[in-house]
Structure formats: structure tokens, C-alpha cells
């Protein structure tokens, strides 16, 4: 018997909880989400497959814009239950991720350090429970 998809339902907590994150700092400059269904494997509706929202915030060229933010997030992430580890640092420690479990629920934030004249972004990605594909 195939487990009944929730991806519809996912979708639209995934696109909930990636607004309301980055509501939360706000952004004068450009705001680019991408949100899509996800799966590592066919297109059958038993097929595994889960939701996942991707944002990224402008930030300005503030000092410390972007750490801020990604502060601003984990505090309020942690407050509400969410476990945080560090995730990666790349270019040369300049770009952060930390990452946030609950519920079989996911959230990446990634920020930069400041850099005198560069913009700060700030990348909120947020993957839901996997579930199956459904007639999606």
C-alpha cells in the first residue's frame, strides 16, 4: 500500500516558515526565492521526494549586515526548539553555514563575514520531512 503524499502540505510549510525567517530581517534590496519539489530519483508516485525553498536576501553593504541576520535567525530558531550546528566554511572562512533539525525538518542559513564595500547576502534554504511524490 503507497503512503499518501504530503508534498502540497510541505510545500506550503516550507514556503511559510522561509518567509517568516526572512521577515524577521527584513531586506531593502533584492529578495530571490526559488521554491521546487526535489527527489534523487524517478518520477513514479511512490517515488521518495520532499520540499524545499530556497531564499536569498540582500542585505546592503552594511558592516556586519549579514552576520546580524544569521544571528537574528538562529536566535529565534533556537528558541523554538531547533538544534544548530555549524554546517561548513568555505572561501576561505568568509562564507558560513550553520544548519537547524526539528521535526525531520531542515534549515540552512548562510552568511558572510564583512568585506568594506561588498554586499551582504544572506541564503535561508528550508527542506521538509521526505514523503513520497504523489501524482505531482
Known amino acids: 500500500m503507497a503512503t499518501e503524499s504530503r508534498l502540497d502540505e510541505y510545500r506550503v510549510e516550507a514556503e511559510r516558515l522561509s518567509e517568516e525567517l526572512a521577515g524577521l530581517v527584513g531586506s531593502d534590496g533584492d529578495d530571490i526565492v526559488d521554491s521546487a519539489a526535489r527527489s ?30 544569521a544571528r537574528t535567525v ?26 537547524f533539525r526539528r521535526d525531520e525538518w531542515y534549515v540552512e ?4 563575514t564583512s568585506e568594506e564595500g561588498k554586499s551582504e547576502p544572506l541564503e535561508i534554504v528550508v527542506v521538509s520531512p521526505t514523503t513520497t511524490r504523489g501524482g505531482a
Open 40 to 69: 534523487d530519483v524517478g518520477t513514479d508516485p511512490s517515488d521518495p521526494a520532499w520540499w524545499q525553498v530556497s531564499r536569498t536576501l540582500d542585505l546592503g553593504v552594511a558592516t556586519d549586515a549579514s552576520a546580524d541576520a
Open 74 to 99: 538562529s536566535e529565534s530558531l533556537t528558541s523554538d526548539g531547533w538544534a544548530s550546528e555549524r554546517v561548513r566554511e568555505t572561501a576561505g572562512g568568509t562564507r558560513i553555514a550553520d544548519g
Open 109 to 112: 542559513v548562510t552568511w558572510v
